[in-house]
């Protein structure tokens, strides 16, 4: 069941765990829009002919969005690109810390926005896993290319890159899974090595770290190669039974970093405000969760639950909450010879804890390494046709393009704390 209330101008959605999207739903039916009014609206042919588009463009640092009424539409470049009529952005932390702090910003002006979902509008000439009409979500990892970005009306998407929908999902609840589900897939399967492919029946996934090893490293970029290859050995991934500790547990990526991690068959303790997020998360299937407002109480509670014996962590908050992360794997009894690892999305402590190997996401491997990609996103269709994996709840921004800097001050004031906000375009 979906419930919504409306609040500051945006609408609410609570999902019940135990509702219809975790329903299995038809495999395999595709999820399309009805042909005449395709066409009609939005010229989903193959002789697609628009040329212009509504789009949001960033033209210095500390800036708003600017909205642009005419814009060139882009075009795909080669026959791994399709072109999808975005029908609702999902906004990420990083969408305002980008203009804010000057981080990650490609060419000025750009467009912003890296989560999206809509309808393919253009496909590859080549036999594709996609067909025009399609519904999907993308996640355009790939920030530097401005055609792929959200903020505009048709975006290029990677087909490695796009996870068809079922039924049963809008592209409104869908448009903010992409990130938080790469980044956190890329946490546990690359950082931490947790082999998705031991998982049984339909939830079985991708070895990631598997596939990274047994390709060429020519082939990917340098600055990734030793998270990928040196990262972890394989003889120290994770088996089952074994504890994850996941900081900030409720933010989007940790919602779903619970929800694989117990699918792989690992116990999980979530660290976060047990108050506010505590039902929210217990859904998910954390086997653990513990209050971060007394930080040390967390570190011992951790430390006792696990007998000394935690081996992986991941940080999804900040630079303080990764040193706490440190401390609570620390253990001085353990043997040298074990390691210990964590994930710090945000940043790696000021001071390094010895003995804990730190690890930063190889985010961009989603889009350099098709291999990944793709069996990311045919294993997330898996998932999300079965109902083994929920989305974040969100937030409905109104405004359509417009809405958007007014939806990002939310997210920059902090007054929107666990859901995620998505702003459906206009049909
Ligand atoms: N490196 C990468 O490639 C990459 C990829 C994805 C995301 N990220 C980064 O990872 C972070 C998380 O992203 P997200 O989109 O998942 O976040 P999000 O959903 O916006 O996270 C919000 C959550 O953070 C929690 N929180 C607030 N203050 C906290 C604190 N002091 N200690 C622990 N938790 C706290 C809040 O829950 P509680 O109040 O319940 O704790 C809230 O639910 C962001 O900084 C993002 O930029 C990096």
Redesign the pocket.
């Known amino acids: 069941m979906i419930t919504a209330s409306r609040q500051n101008g945006l609408k609410r959605h609570y999902e019940d765990s135990t509702d219809a999207v975790r329903e299995p739903c038809e495999p395999k039916r595709r999820q399309k829009f009805q042909l005449g009014e395709t066409v009609q609206r939005i010229g989903l042919k193959d002789e697609f002919h628009l040329t212009h588009q509504e789009v949001l463009l960033l033209h210095a640092p500390k800036q708003r969005y600017q909205h642009t009424e005419r814009h060139q539409i882009p075009l795909p470049k080669n026959e791994r690109e399709m072109l999808v009529k975005v029908q609702a952005i999902g906004l ?3 969408d305002w ?1 980008a203009p804010d702090f000057g981080w990650g910003l490609p060419s000025l002006p750009c467009i912003g926005g890296r989560d999206l979902a809509g309808a393919v509008a253009k496909t590859s000439k080549r036999a594709s896993r996609f067909r025009l009409g399609d519904v999907v979500m993308a996640v355009s ?1 790939d920030y530097r290319d401005s055609r792929k970005a959200a903020y505009q009306e048709y975006a290029i998407v990677l087909e490695h890159n796009a996870c068809r929908l079922p039924r049963t999902l809008t592209p409104t609840r869908a448009a903010p899974l992409g ?2 589900y ?2 956190a897939a890329l946490s546990l399967g690359i950082c931490l090595g947790v082999d998705f492919s031991q998982i049984d029946g339909r939830a079985r996934g991708p070895d990631l770290l598997k596939i990274m090893r047994s390709l060429d490293p020519e082939n990917f970029p340098k600055d990734i190669r030793t998270e990928c290859l040196e990262g972890i050995d394989m003889d120290d991934r994770p088996r089952k039974g074994d504890w994850v500790v996941i ?8 919602c779903i970093a619970i929800q694989l991690a117990k699918l792989a068959g690992l116990r999980v303790i979530s ?4 108050a ?2 505590g039902a929210r998360v217990l859904k998910l299937g954390a086997d653990l969760l513990v209050d ?1 407002m007394d930080t040390g109480r967390a570190i011992e509670i951790i430390q006792s639950i696990t007998n000394g014996k935690l081996r992986y962590g991941i940080d ?3 630079k ?2 990764a040193a706490l992360l440190s401390q609570a794997l620390h253990s001085p009894s353990r043997p040298e010879s074990e390691s210990v690892h964590a994930v710090c ?2 940043g790696l402590p000021k001071e390094r804890t010895p003995g804990v190997v730190y690890h ?2 190889p ?1 961009k491997v989603f889009h350099e390494v098709a291999e990944v990609g793709e069996g990311l996103m045919v294993w997330l269709e898996k998932l999300l046709e079965t109902g083994l994996l929920l989305p ?1 709840d969100i937030e409905v921004a109104e405004g359509g393009l417009k809405g958007i800097n007014a939806a990002l001050d939310r ?1 920059r004031d902090g007054s ?3 859901p ?1 906000i998505v702003v459906p375009l206009q049909p």
């Open positions: 990420n932390p990083i810390k990892t990130v938080a790469v980044a900081w900030g547990g409720s933010s989007a990526t940790g660290v976060l405000d047990q506010r997020n971060r999804t908050r900040s303080e909450s999305l945000t930063t996401v985010i974040p997210l929107v704390n666990g995620r």
